[in-house]
């Protein structure tokens, strides 16, 4: 194989990378990014397990002279987000991704990079593969479907982990270490409807230019949500005009901020002017509105002659004003914490079929009374409006603790290598740290990583200079646990 990444160290750590990212690995389809751990594993002589789930766990004895230091466990999971641009030919069930680097940066072709949490992924197998490395006993867990509510780690049988150190690598800050963060769950709401068939004006309208963004970490930044947007405009059609509604999809992720959305609805002769007028100046004020938040923010209005299969008025009403009653958006803040995200949520998908009709949401909270209140409200809402509800991937909070060893470790190394302080804090994002420490009594945790950019979104970014330090980072606090 011929690599992109040149010039960085160690390059076993870049070639890694570049090797996982040549294997399709969105959540659900880790199999054989699964049965490549495996086959490295064999190759190594190294002890494994794969369970049903596809996580895999590999364990390497400890260098010469740390025998007698407790395990430590370095954790990260196999799957990605899978977002692309509109138009962009890419599947991600077959094709790798294509990788750009430019300028000591490392992007995709307009796909989600990977980096989120291949980085993880890459990191333990060069410290695997590094006989070189000074480190107590090692037990790398990879885990699977974290994108889509930490399944993998749910299901993990834990009883093979005997460390009480983790190291987790999915946080994207390079010098800061993350001690604290929210659960969630995934909420979806789901409506039976009925369609029948009408003729004449079709009038598409889609969203795009939105940054969308990871719903944990991006959700206090005013970035607007597209199936909101747009159920905005429709509602306003529907109520003074005759149109009815043939279709309305956007979001292809509860934890993913929805850039791109679409719709179509079919009006009469005599409603389509006034229809169109409508949707023109309510795209133009929510131009206005989101300048300083949304720059590239597009809204393109079409008609054509045609047919549709359209909604029943009461499915189609029922549909839409859930969505615009939706709680959406940050919920709680803790104003004696710089305003840190306490409790939020993210309307992430909106979708239909023939017969029925869902939307999707990623409530979050560190405080669990606030994440039941939020999920008496999209009851409450689901009940209105005739919505059957499902919870799923529902996983704990990570509760900060006030003694932390691996912490210490990490100021330690961190303020010797680079001469500065490493910044600790609590994040409105859910990692799995929760579940291992649930799992694990005594569990002493921390998440680290090198700095990620626009995760879950095609602007994805990876500084190449970061990952080559945040590499020295962990491999010099593994040395310091294989000496103290």
């Known amino acids: 194989m011929t690599y992109k990444i040149t010039g960085y160290q160690p390059e076993r750590l870049f070639h890694f990378f570049e090797d996982i990212s040549a294997i399709p690995r969105g959540s659900s389809n880790e199999k054989a990014v699964s049965d490549y751990l495996v086959a490295f594993a064999k190759e190594r002589g190294l002890w494994y397990h794969q369970d049903a789930l596809h996580n895999v766990i590999i364990k390497k004895p400890a260098s010469a002279g740390a025998e007698d230091k407790p395990a430590v466990m370095l954790q990260g999971h196999l799957d990605m987000v899978c977002e692309k641009l509109a138009g962009v030919d890419h599947d991600f069930e077959k094709d790798g991704i294509d990788l750009i680097v430019k300028d000591g940066v490392l992007t995709a072709n307009g796909t989600t990079l990977g980096g989120d949490n291949g980085a993880a992924v890459a990191l333990m197998l060069a410290v695997l593969d590094d006989d070189a490395l000074a480190h107590p006993a090692l037990e790398c867990v990879f885990t699977t479907q974290e994108e889509t509510g930490l399944t993998g780690a749910a299901g993990l049988d834990k009883s093979l982990i005997s460390a009480r150190t983790m190291i987790n690598l999915d946080s994207e800050e390079e010098g800061i270490a993350t001690v604290s963060c929210a659960g969630g769950m995934r909420f979806t709401m789901t409506r039976p409807i009925t369609r029948h068939t009408a003729s004449g004006k079709l009038l598409t309208i889609d969203v795009s230019g939105l940054l969308g963004g990871h719903s944990g970490t991006d959700i206090n930044k005013e970035r607007q949500n597209g199936i909101i947007l747009l159920a905005r405009l429709i509602n306003r059609v529907l109520h003074e005009t005759g149109a009815q509604l043939a279709s309305f999809a956007g979001g292809s992720k509860d934890n993913a901020i929805p850039r791109e959305v679409s719709a179509v609805l079919v ?218």
């Not at 131009?287 to 809204?299: G, I, N, Q, R, S």
């Not at 405080?367 to 409200?377: F, I, K, M, P, R």
Request: glycine share 6%; aromatic share 10%.
């Open 267 to 484: 009006c009469s002769d005599a409603d389509i002017e006034k229809a169109q007028s409508i949707a023109d100046a309510l795209a133009a004020d929510f131009a206005a509105e989101l300048v300083p938040f949304e720059p590239d923010f597009k809204c393109t209005i079409s008609a054509q002659d045609g047919a549709a299969e359209v909604l029943s008025e009461a499915d189609a009403k029922a549909f839409i004003s859930a969505i615009c009653l939706a709680p959406n958006g940050v919920r709680r803040r803790n104003l004696k914490q710089d305003g840190f995200v306490v409790t939020s949520l993210n309307l992430g998908v909106a979708r239909m079929d023939d017969t029925t009709a869902s939307l999707v949401f990623a409530p979050r909270s560190s405080v669990a009374s606030l994440q039941n209140y939020t999920t008496d409200c999209l009851y409450l809402l689901a009940e209105t409006f005739g919505f059957d509800c499902d919870i799923a991937g529902a996983y704990p909070g990570w509760s900060f603790a006030e003694e932390s060893p691996i912490r210490d470790t990490f100021i330690a190394s961190y303020r010797e290598l680079f001469d500065a302080d490493l910044k600790i804090e609590a994040i409105h994002a859910g990692l799995e740290c929760g579940l291992f420490s649930d799992a694990l009594p005594g569990l002493d945790a921390i998440a680290v990583g090198p700095t990620i950019r626009g995760c879950h979104t095609p602007d994805e970014y990876l500084p190449l200079d970061s990952f080559e330090r945040f590499y020295s980072l962990l491999t010099d606090v593994l040395s310091r646990l294989a000496k103290h």
